[in-house]
């Protein structure tokens, strides 16, 4: 783990972070990946960080589903009141 944070440090010693914006759409940047050496070796820097985040979503979204909570917008509203 501690080379990993050593590797971190001493990339964004030699390369400066990119904007905010730029991180807020990572995701949709693949292709960028594929053409662009720098960007393609930051992302493989961080693939086992996203990994881990895609795990975690998956299982939580899992146990939800296994605890058998319905979504909201399933349940009947309630019998209107006959006066």
Same mark, same amino acid.
């Given at each position: /783990? ?7 440090? @001493? !990339? ?9 914006? !730029?991180?807020?759409? !990572? ?17 493989? /820097? ?16 899992? =146990? @939800? ?8 917008? =399933? ?9």
């Amino acid at each position: /783990m501690l080379k990993e944070a050593f590797a971190f440090e @001493s !990339y964004y010693r030699e390369q400066r972070p990119r904007p905010f914006a !730029y991180y807020l759409v !990572y995701p949709l940047l693949f292709p960028y990946w594929l053409v662009n050496r720098e960007a393609r070796q930051e992302f493989l /820097m961080f693939r086992g960080y996203t990994l881990a985040s895609f795990l975690i979503l998956y299982r939580a979204s899992r =146990d @939800s589903r296994r605890k058998g909570s319905q979504p909201a917008h =399933d349940q009947q509203p309630p019998a209107a009141k006959l006066e």
